[in-house]
């Protein structure tokens, strides 16, 4: 990356509503990508869901192969591919295939699947889904080193002298990231292999405060295994709204926050209602939704970086639809142009540029204005008599204000 510090992007799940057109929901999401590319955001992560009507992309890798050819600079992951329903050996290909056609641009997110509906249609037990998702991803580190044939049988896939025949394009391949929500499952499978993080549940009641600790079973996992966590790996995941004021980003947002979360959270996966009166505002005062203005938004950020005790390496909004079109663009265009440099360094040689002139405006630009005058006077000299009247007036130059 050409900025140094944190990294912005989405998670893009989807989120669109029942009862909308969903191939233009569709169309939108890779518009947003665009937009976030111009933009100058640094990551997507594209999820994968069966069921349920809200989240209706089932296959990042079709996606992120649109949106490869779409963009230029952002870079594209799997928001998380869900290792239970896929061979690995197949995972590992088709990521291997991504990141040679985006020429590196690829991320692998693993997860064991979000969305219990998905895995009953495929008779997948719930309590099998950790488990196997931590043998897959076992299996996919082991081809990916690609040093040797993988043997491997479980209860559910075999490898037989299983190899890459196309290495990763990326050295020594391209990023991987474990989903983690509340439990350590997320933490420790990370921790096990030195992988980046994707903390989903960041955005739920409770996560902000749970960040430290949960950050600490990755480390406590990696050093028994030989491993190294990185900060830098790490992505927190909240709801972000930005307008030009406090009341404005509220005023846009509260009505579709309301429907997505009654409708979807609540009257179709089940979850409990939430016991706030105002659970939009509450998440702002807690800390799991940034919604306001860009000075707002920042100091949300700076709290969840207290949080987690140390810091993390990117925050990525969950994108959702709870403001209209142009707002949600504006929100992105926003946070790019006002939060974003905050947070990666680039406005410091700025600033410093601009104390420094203001400091030194009376010696430095002083002398510029007898420079100007000395400059028509010599001018004049060569100038035909009848074009001097049209100049004269020039020559009283006003000094700078000091």
């Known amino acids: 990356m050409a900025h140094t510090g944190m990294k912005f992007g989405i998670f893009l799940a989807p989120f669109h509503r029942v009862g909308e057109n969903p191939t233009l929901a569709l169309a939108r999401d890779m518009e947003l990508i665009e937009w976030l ?23 990042p890798e079709v996606f992120i192969a649109a949106a490869a ?13 869900s290792l239970p329903y896929h061979h690995p050996l197949m995972v590992a290909n088709r990521f291997v295939l991504l990141d040679h056609m985006t020429r590196g641009r690829t991320m ?53 002298e299983a190899r890459l025949h196309l290495a990763p394009y990326t050295e020594p391949h391209f990023p991987i990231a474990v989903a983690s929500t509340i439990t350590p499952f997320g933490m420790v499978a990370a921790g096990k292999y030195g992988l980046g993080v994707l903390s989903i549940g960041a955005g739920l009641p409770g996560g902000p405060n749970a960040l430290a600790e949960q950050w600490k079973i ?16 790490w992505r927190v995941v909240v709801n972000v709204h930005v307008a030009e004021d406090d009341e404005g980003a509220l005023h846009e947002v509260q009505r579709a926050e309301r429907h997505e979360t009654v409708t979807y959270f609540e009257e179709t996966l089940g979850r409990p209602p939430g016991r706030a009166d105002d659970p939009l505002r509450e998440g702002v005062r807690m800390g799991t939704t940034l919604v306001g203005s860009p000075e707002t938004v920042v100091r949300g950020i700076e709290r969840l970086q207290q949080f987690s005790q140390g810091g993390f390496g990117g925050l990525l909004f969950r994108a959702h639809e709870w403001a209209n079109r142009e707002q949600t663009l504006r929100s992105y265009e926003l946070f790019a142009r006002y939060v ?63």
């Open 37 to 59: 590319d111009h933009l100058g955001y640094d990551e997507v992560w594209v999820g994968e869901h069966h069921s349920a009507g809200w989240e209706t992309i089932a296959s």
């Open 69 to 81: 050819e779409r963009t230029r600079h952002i870079m594209l992951g799997s928001g998380v591919t």
């Open 218 to 233: 990755a480390e406590e996992t990696a050093g028994r295994h030989g491993k190294r966590m990185d900060r830098k790996d």
């Open 108 to 160: 692998l997110g693993c997860g064991p699947g979000a969305l219990v509906s998905d895995a009953y249609m495929m008779g997948i037990e719930p309590v099998t889904q950790r488990p196997r998702m931590e043998e897959a991803l076992e299996a996919i580190m082991r081809l990916l080193r690609c040093d040797e044939p993988v043997t491997m049988k479980t209860d559910w896939f075999e490898l037989r």
């Open 340 to 402: 974003m440099p905050r947070f990666q360094g680039s406005l410091t040689t700025v600033q410093a540029s601009n104390d420094w002139a203001r400091a030194n405006r009376k010696t430095i630009f002083g002398p510029n204005v007898e420079a100007v005058r000395r400059a028509y006077l010599d001018a004049g000299r060569e100038i035909p008599a009848k074009y001097r009247e049209r100049t004269s007036g020039a020559r009283d130059v006003e000094p700078p204000p000091s």
